[in-house]
C-alpha cells in the first residue's frame, strides 16, 4: 500500500474524545449496518513539536519502577504515542471497529536514547490488515523522531485484534500452530496488583479506557471485572529487566491472559550474557500463581 501525504494534527488526540467518538461510531455501524470494507486508510497521522511533562515522567517511573533519569522509557514514549495511534483507528474509513479491540502483541525497537527535554515528532500508520482464527487483526505503527531529525529513535508495532469481525475477501488462517503447554517455572517476582492498578496507570498514561478503571465501567462493556493495562504489565517486566539492557534494545511481548485486579502476578526474568560477559538479551514471563494460566511473555535484547 503507498502511503498518501500524512493527515497533520494540530496538537494530540484527547482520548477521552476518541472513546467516546467511538462509542458513537459503534452505535452507527449497529443502526446502518456493519462496514463492508477491507481496504485500510493510507494517510498516516503526524503531530509535531510534542514536550514531555517532567511531573507526568516522573510518576511514570514510580509507578512502573524505572530508575528515576532524563531518558524517556520505552513504555513511556508507547504511552505518550498512543493517542495518536488510536486516533487512526477512529477515523471513519478504518475498517474495524475501535471499541473491543484486544491487544495482542506489541513490538518496540529502541533504537537511541530520547529525554525530556527533546521535542518530539510522531507519527501513525495502520497496516497488514489479515484473518485470525478469531476475527481480524491489524498492526498500528508509531514512530517518534526528535523534533526536525528525519531519523526514527523509537519505533512501535502494536497489533490489535477485532474479535468476531470477519471482513470480505480476508481469509482466516487455514492452521494454528499448538502452542506448548505451560509449566510456570520458579519465579523472580510476585506482584501484588490492587483494584486501583488500572486508575493508576491511566493517570500517568492518559489511558482511561473504562475497562480498566472499576469493577462496574468493566462489566458495563462485558468483563467481569476490570483488568490490568497490558502495556503497563509489560513496562513493569521491561523495568525489572533494568539497566543492563542499555539505551539501544528491541522489546517484544506476546499478551495471552488478562489480569484481573485485584490478582497476584507470578514472574520470571531469565537473563543469558555474550562470551565476554556483557548482557545479551532477557526473556520474561508472567503467570497467575493460582491457576497457573501465563499471562504474557516475551523478550529483551541488545540491539
Same mark, same amino acid.
Given at each position: 500500500?503507498?502511503?498518501?501525504?500524512?493527515?497533520?494534527?494540530?496538537?494530540?488526540?484527547?482520548?477521552?474524545?476518541?472513546?467516546?467518538?467511538?462509542?458513537?461510531?459503534?452505535?452507527?455501524?449497529?443502526?446502518?449496518?456493519?462496514?463492508?470494507?477491507?481496504?485500510?486508510?493510507?494517510?498516516?497521522?503526524?503531530?509535531?513539536?510534542?514536550?514531555?511533562?517532567?511531573?507526568?515522567?516522573?510518576?511514570?517511573?514510580?509507578?512502573?519502577?524505572?530508575?528515576?533519569?532524563?531518558?524517556?522509557?520505552?513504555?513511556?514514549?508507547?504511552?505518550?504515542?498512543?493517542?495518536?495511534?488510536?486516533?487512526?483507528?477512529?477515523?471513519?474509513?478504518?475498517?474495524?471497529?475501535?471499541?473491543?479491540?484486544?491487544?495482542?502483541?506489541?513490538?518496540?525497537?529502541?533504537?537511541?536514547?530520547?529525554?525530556?527535554?527533546?521535542?518530539?515528532?510522531?507519527?501513525?500508520?495502520?497496516?497488514?490488515?489479515?484473518?485470525?482464527?478469531?476475527?481480524?487483526?491489524?498492526?498500528?505503527?508509531?514512530?517518534?523522531?526528535?523534533?526536525?531529525?528525519?531519523?526514527?529513535?523509537?519505533?512501535?508495532?502494536?497489533?490489535?485484534?477485532?474479535?468476531?469481525?470477519?471482513? *470480505?475477501?480476508?481469509?482466516? *488462517?487455514?492452521?494454528?500452530?499448538?502452542?506448548?503447554?505451560?509449566?510456570?517455572?520458579?519465579?523472580?517476582?510476585?506482584?501484588?496488583?490492587?483494584?486501583?492498578?488500572?486508575?493508576?496507570?491511566?493517570?500517568?498514561?492518559?489511558?482511561?479506557?473504562?475497562?480498566?478503571?472499576?469493577?462496574?465501567?468493566?462489566?458495563?462493556?462485558?468483563?467481569?471485572?476490570?483488568?490490568?493495562?497490558?502495556?503497563?504489565?509489560?513496562?513493569?517486566?521491561?523495568?525489572?529487566?533494568? *539497566?543492563?539492557?542499555?539505551?539501544?534494545?528491541?522489546?517484544?511481548?506476546?499478551?495471552?491472559?488478562?489480569?484481573?485486579?485485584?490478582?497476584?502476578?507470578?514472574?520470571?526474568?531469565?537473563?543469558?550474557?555474550?562470551?565476554?560477559?556483557?548482557?545479551?538479551?532477557?526473556?520474561?514471563?508472567?503467570?497467575?500463581?493460582?491457576?497457573?494460566?501465563?499471562?504474557?511473555?516475551?523478550?529483551?535484547?541488545?540491539?
Amino acid at each position: 500500500m503507498t502511503l498518501a501525504q500524512p493527515v497533520i494534527l494540530a496538537e494530540m488526540p484527547s482520548l477521552s474524545k476518541l472513546y467516546v467518538n467511538a462509542a458513537a461510531q459503534a452505535a452507527r455501524r449497529r443502526l446502518l449496518g456493519t462496514h463492508d470494507s477491507a481496504v485500510l486508510p493510507a494517510e498516516s497521522h503526524e503531530v509535531r513539536g510534542v514536550r514531555v511533562g517532567v511531573e507526568n515522567l516522573t510518576a511514570y517511573q514510580h509507578l512502573i519502577g524505572e530508575t528515576a533519569s532524563d531518558v524517556l522509557p520505552a513504555g513511556f514514549i508507547h504511552a505518550i504515542a498512543f493517542p495518536l495511534a488510536m486516533s487512526v483507528l477512529n477515523r471513519d474509513d478504518f475498517p474495524l471497529p475501535l471499541l473491543g479491540m484486544i491487544h495482542l502483541r506489541n513490538s518496540v525497537q529502541q533504537r537511541s536514547p530520547l529525554v525530556f527535554t527533546d521535542v518530539l515528532d510522531m507519527t501513525a500508520r495502520v497496516e497488514n490488515l489479515r484473518g485470525h482464527r478469531s476475527g481480524t487483526q491489524v498492526d498500528v505503527v508509531a514512530e517518534v523522531r526528535p523534533g526536525g531529525s528525519g531519523e526514527v529513535y523509537w519505533r512501535g508495532v502494536s497489533t490489535y485484534l477485532s474479535k468476531g469481525v470477519f471482513l *470480505p475477501g480476508i481469509d482466516k *488462517p487455514t492452521a494454528v500452530p499448538p502452542r506448548a503447554d505451560f509449566q510456570p517455572p520458579d519465579p523472580t517476582a510476585l506482584w501484588h496488583l490492587g483494584v486501583d492498578t488500572g486508575r493508576a496507570y491511566a493517570a500517568v498514561s492518559g489511558d482511561f479506557n473504562p475497562i480498566h478503571l472499576s469493577v462496574l465501567s468493566a462489566k458495563a462493556l462485558g468483563m467481569r471485572r476490570s483488568i490490568a493495562h497490558g502495556m503497563y504489565l509489560a513496562s513493569r517486566a521491561l523495568a525489572d529487566v533494568g *539497566p543492563a539492557r542499555g539505551d539501544s534494545f528491541t522489546w517484544d511481548v506476546e499478551f495471552e491472559a488478562p489480569v484481573f485486579l485485584p490478582s497476584r502476578v507470578a514472574l520470571e526474568i531469565a537473563t543469558e550474557h555474550s562470551g565476554s560477559g556483557s548482557w545479551k538479551h532477557s526473556r520474561f514471563v508472567a503467570w497467575s500463581p493460582r491457576s497457573g494460566r501465563r499471562h504474557f511473555s516475551g523478550t529483551v535484547a541488545a540491539l
